[in-house]
């Protein structure tokens, strides 16, 4: 009729097709904080450690799977409408049932204790990894709130940055100066707690250089949310030109420098020590150094102390 629009059909064929495209639209949007974390890892570490998880996603996928599968049969079949459905109010036994029941779960607790058995000793955070590279030592400590890499060989150190050569295995040594925390690189995998008074070794690789994000996956206080720092893998060229760089410029980390460092700092830029005191990682194992602060309850969020080192 003329001067009238015309009301689009709700129910022609394009309009399934729109759904779908939104839903699709939608699920990417929902999956897109997901990419680059622990199932896109770029080491060997993480590797093992994806293809555990996968693994076992596929053992209970196998048995959740029909199990849904079954309970929507099992309603649809024995629906009120349904006359061919034998009704038995009198059962009470089946030896056949019985077995199934108990052997199904007995089958997915042996695959999943399997595979963490195995993986757990495949992946020890000690075991050094294979390779024909030496491995490069890191000492890190846990602070409040930022981590601190000491590299012992090449005498310099560096707060909120690690960086490490692409292809050669790390040997780190993890403890903190304050509060339990937890050092985790998740594209790199296997996070690991640091505890004061103690030491934890961690042996990882990346194998592909870029920018990682660096977290500390256990709460410790007011800073929790901005202790991060960035692993930047580099070729072994740009490794030695950092440290040639580092080695140039900043303070000098000894005992005046580390106490300066305890103090209890949010969102340090990264920054790096000329030189370090030789055993000084130790004295904080050893605490001969005295240990941070750490949280305390009504104690006013803390700030950037205006004496940390000019980052670079």
Request: aromatic share 10%; glycine share 8%.
């Amino acid at each position: 009729m003329p001067g009238c629009r015309k009301v689009p059909n709700m129910h022609s064929p394009a309009s399934p097709n729109r759904s779908r495209r939104l839903v699709f639209v939608l699920a990417t949007l929902g999956l897109s904080g997901c990419s680059g974390g622990i199932l896109a890892p770029v080491g060997p570490v993480g590797n093992a450690e994806r293809t555990i998880l996968l693994n076992s996603l596929a053992i209970m996928l196998a048995i959740v799977g029909p199990l849904i599968l079954a309970t929507l049969a099992f309603a649809w079949w024995f629906r009120a409408s349904n006359s061919k459905a034998h009704y038995r109010p009198t059962f009470a036994y089946s030896g056949r049932l019985e077995l199934i029941v108990w052997s199904i779960p007995a089958l997915v607790v042996f695959f999943l204790g399997g595979i963490a058995w195995i993986g757990s000793h495949q992946l020890d955070p000690a075991e050094p990894l294979p390779s024909h590279q030496p491995p490069l030592e890191i000492d890190v400590v846990a602070l409040d709130w930022k981590w601190l890499f000491i590299y012992p060989d090449a005498g310099v150190a560096s707060v909120n940055r690690l960086v490490a050569p692409v292809h050669v295995p790390l040997k780190l040594r993890i403890t903190s100066a304050s509060v339990l925390n937890v050092f985790f690189v998740p594209r790199l995998g296997s996070e690991i707690y640091a505890m004061n008074g103690m030491v934890s070794r961690l042996n990882l690789q990346a194998d592909q250089a870029g920018g990682y994000l660096g977290l500390a996956a256990h709460f410790s206080g007011d800073g929790f949310s901005d202790m991060r720092f960035e692993t930047r893998v580099v070729t072994q060229e740009q490794f030695n030109s950092w440290v040639t760089s580092a080695r140039a410029q900043g303070a000098a980390l000894d005992d005046s420098a580390y106490r300066l460092l305890l103090q209890q700092t949010r969102n340090v830029e990264p920054y790096t020590y000329r030189s370090v005191q030789s055993g000084l990682f130790d004295a904080v194992l050893t605490r001969e150094l005295p240990p941070g602060a750490g949280p305390r309850i009504g104690r006013p969020n803390a700030t950037v102390s205006p004496l940390t080192p000019q980052s670079n």
